[in-house]
């Protein structure tokens, strides 16, 4: 089932005309237009009332907004330049902008995992890993995931080990690419990767090959390996996020999604779980554990995965924070 926001969206573009509606689509995401797409695709008996509602919405809404923060990244990049100077600025600018010319690497975000995959895999690991940690942590991974076992191990450390990018690389990375895409050489050194990245990446890994990266970084250095899995967040780790997150998290995902998870879960989870439910729906939540039969243990990870996605979107926005790894105590 689509999330109700995806679904908003696609009745309001739906309603708007094709030229409006073209030009929301111009400031979207790959991965958000590719959802919102596919919401549109697949709408049908939508009612008068319903697009009314959302209508009326969208209306509420904008109403709410003012123009602050509109081309705010030119704002920030003038400010921070005649306070600091071209040179001090820099630095600040590409981190809090994620500055550099990578357009390039922005191509391959409206690819298929597959394709990327076959474009770069003849590539040397350093390069890979220097595309992969531009991406979206869940692109990355499926790209890893379709890799040799030998290349897959050698890339996820070389991502665990970079903590910047420097400019000849990200020049060489783009002279890979231009002949098939388009990119330009002139960009400053921008920090990317490290352990976290490596760590979010393996977290949307299937477990067997999340268990043979993990071997081999051993093998490089332990205790470097341990301090990945320390950033890791898994399924088991919801326990630590407060009830009010929890009841957050439940709000977004799908009874069966949830129903398969927990088949993998400890009972302490499921106590947790069941706590921040409806007494009649935590009741009706162990009714259809109890009655749910085998699954199969690629199922219920494949469910987590998804659930641990939607808790990490959440602690993106702010709304929860997830225990854990990390200087300050949280990821």
């Known amino acids: 089932m689509e999330d109700d926001g995806i679904i908003k969206s696609a009745i309001l573009l739906m309603s708007l005309g094709e030229e409006e509606a073209s030009a929301v689509f111009k400031h979207l995401t790959p991965k958000e237009a590719q959802k919102i797409g596919s919401a549109m695709a697949n709408l049908n008996n939508i009612t008068r009332e319903k697009i009314e509602n959302v209508l009326e919405e969208f209306n509420l809404q904008t109403e709410e907004k003012t123009a602050l923060g509109h081309n705010a990244n030119d704002y920030i990049r003038n400010v921070l330049t005649r306070a600091l100077g071209d040179e001090k600025a820099a630095n600040l600018i590409d981190r809090i902008l994620h500055g550099g010319d990578t357009s390039g690497i922005e191509s391959l975000k409206w690819m ?22 531009h991406l979206e942590r869940d692109q990355a991974s499926e790209i890893l995931s379709l890799f040799p076992e030998r290349l897959r191990n050698d890339t996820l450390l070389r991502i665990a080990t970079l903590d910047s990018i420097q400019p000849t690389a990200l020049r060489e990375l783009n002279d890979v690419l231009i002949k098939l895409l388009s990119g330009t050489s002139n960009i400053r050194k921008t920090p990317m990767g490290g352990i976290r990245a490596a760590a979010e990446i393996l977290n949307l890994m299937p477990s067997a090959q999340e268990g043979s990266v993990i071997d081999n970084i051993k093998q490089y250095d332990d205790d470097f390996a341990q301090k990945i899995m320390d950033e890791m967040f898994v399924f088991d780790n919801l326990i630590e996020i407060d009830d009010h997150g929890i009841q957050l998290l439940l709000r977004e995902v799908q009874s069966e999604s949830l129903i398969i998870a927990l088949k993998g879960a400890q009972e302490e989870l499921r106590n947790k779980i069941f706590k921040n439910m409806s007494k009649r729906a935590a009741e009706m939540l162990k009714e259809d554990l109890e009655a749910k039969g085998p699954v199969r243990v690629s199922e219920v990870e494949a469910e987590q995965k998804e659930i641990l996605k939607v808790a990490r979107q959440l602690a993106d926005d702010g709304q929860i924070v997830l225990g854990g790894g990390g200087d300050d105590g949280f990821i």
């Open 112 to 133: 298929d995992a597959p394709s990327v995959a076959e474009l770069i895999k003849s590539e040397h690991p350093q390069i890979i890993a220097t595309i992969l940690v």
